[in-house]
């Protein structure tokens, strides 16, 4: 089988490490938005009888696009526009049954929902289960432009990035964009725009070393397998899996097939493993998790690792992905992603290693018809090089940030950003500038 740099490129483009003496930076373009008042709900969500807490469970305000997730510690914020309070809330996981309660019912704080497994017997299962895992991912992958929003859209969307040194925090960025997103059916790239952006880096816990994560929010985006297939399942790598059925859930009280996929045994470059989760009825990707296998770090590294020090080795030691997909009149769009990236550093004469990891997550909180098809011009648009500005000016704005469906930080990044908060109103300048520093 060939194996062409071109491919390689596009493998390794959701993720390049820049290793070098400086950190670079961008700057920001801000935008101007309606002002929207919101009621903020917060709460939990847990499985009924183990009240272990669901990662990633979705909650969506009932007729609109309005929605969040829970975060690893099973806890959620959602923040709903005034006027709204007549509607459902719905509550969903993977393998549970589908909630819906009342706004009207939720209070202001600790709501906590309790989920049920939801046991998929033989007799629900339909007996024309497809025979060929691979041919059901190919028919999936093929019916983008049926199953899937076909019209320009602008999406807002929540996104978080941080980085850590081991367990401790070296740098924490938040910022919502927008995302002018392309119909599913076209070639055409979505183009994003930065509306408001935090972020503080401690270079003291960097050593020597500082790096340079490319691409910020597009790392999420691009993680949308149905919009960009070619970053896993290209025409040619799609044959260097093997596929198999799992035992099937259910989602929203429907049918979920569970495809398992990991490269072939003769396969040498890192390629992925994982899990596709496939709506049984209509051929539609819901939700995907699966990781890059790191068998051979040199062959990682090249993947990753564009530039470094001539005294350190530099490799990825996990990449893990997900995506998620939401549900609407019908039709389906990218609603939630996340990347794991941890690698570690070996220095040259010294005794312990560095171990880094990056993550990043987006969220998509409401989104509308582009039904004047506006487009972004070049200066309003985010590069895909780019990263988010220590000069982040979104926190000269302290009611910004309460006025979106936030995914809620872990509590060790929560605490961080109090921190970076109360640093940055005592640094406070004239001009409504703050420094991240």
């Not at 880094?356 to 509308?368: F, G, L, N, Q, V």
Request: glycine residues 4%; aromatic residues 12%.
């Amino acid at each position: 089988m060939k194996h062409n740099g071109q491919k390689h490129q596009k493998k390794s483009f959701i993720f390049q490490i820049l290793l070098s003496m400086m950190l670079m930076v961008a700057t920001n373009t801000i935008l101007f938005a309606q002002e929207v008042t919101f009621t903020e709900y917060s709460g939990e969500v847990l499985d009924s009888k183990t009240k272990k807490p669901l990662v990633f469970a979705t909650l969506t305000v009932e007729g609109s696009n309005v929605s969040t997730i829970t975060n690893t510690e099973g806890e959620f914020l959602l923040k709903i526009p005034n006027g709204s309070t007549g509607l459902n809330v719905v509550i969903s996981f993977l393998g549970y049954k589908t909630i819906a309660r009342p706004i009207v019912e939720f209070q202001k704080e600790n709501n906590t929902f309790l989920m049920t497994e939801s046991i998929v017997e033989l007799s629900e299962v339909n007996l024309s289960v497809p025979k060929d895992a691979e041919a059901l991912v190919r028919e999936t992958l093929n019916k983008k432009g049926e199953n899937y929003l076909n019209d320009p859209t602008v999406m807002t969307a929540f996104y978080r990035e941080t980085i850590k040194k081991r367990n401790r925090n070296v740098s924490l960025s938040e910022a919502v964009v927008n995302i002018y997103k392309t119909p599913y059916s076209s070639y055409k790239r979505d183009e994003l725009q930065l509306y408001k952006a935090r972020k503080s880096t401690d270079y003291s816990k960097l050593d020597t070393l500082a790096l340079k994560l490319q691409g910020g929010p597009f790392n999420t985006l691009f993680v949308d397998m149905v919009k960009y297939p070619d970053y896993i399942f290209t025409d040619e790598s799609i044959d260097y899996y093997d596929y198999s059925f799992d035992s099937s859930t259910l989602v929203n009280d429907k049918l979920i097939y569970v495809i398992n996929f990991h490269q072939k045994a003769e396969i040498r470059e890192p390629y992925y493993t994982g899990k596709l989760y496939i709506d049984a009825e209509n051929k539609i990707l819901t939700s995907a998790i699966y990781s890059l296998n790191i068998t051979d770090k040199r062959m990682a590294s090249q993947m990753f690792v564009k530039k470094k020090p001539r005294n350190a080795e530099v490799w990825p030691t996990e990449v893990a992905y997900r995506v998620d997909y939401r549900e609407k009149d019908g039709k389906w769009y990218y609603g939630y992603s996340n990347v794991l990236l941890e690698f570690k550093i070996d220095w040259d004469r010294r005794l312990f290693n560095s171990v880094y990891s990056m993550s990043c997550e987006m969220a998509i909180t409401d989104w509308e018809k582009n039904i004047s098809n506006a487009q972004l011009t070049s200066k309003e648009k985010i590069k895909s090089s780019m990263i988010l500005s220590d000069e982040a000016i979104g926190f000269a704005d302290p009611d910004f940030w309460g006025e979106y469906n936030i995914i809620e930080p872990e509590k060790s990044i929560e605490s961080a950003i109090k921190k970076i908060q109360r640093q940055l109103r005592r640094n406070q300048t004239d001009d409504g500038g703050a420094s991240a520093r």
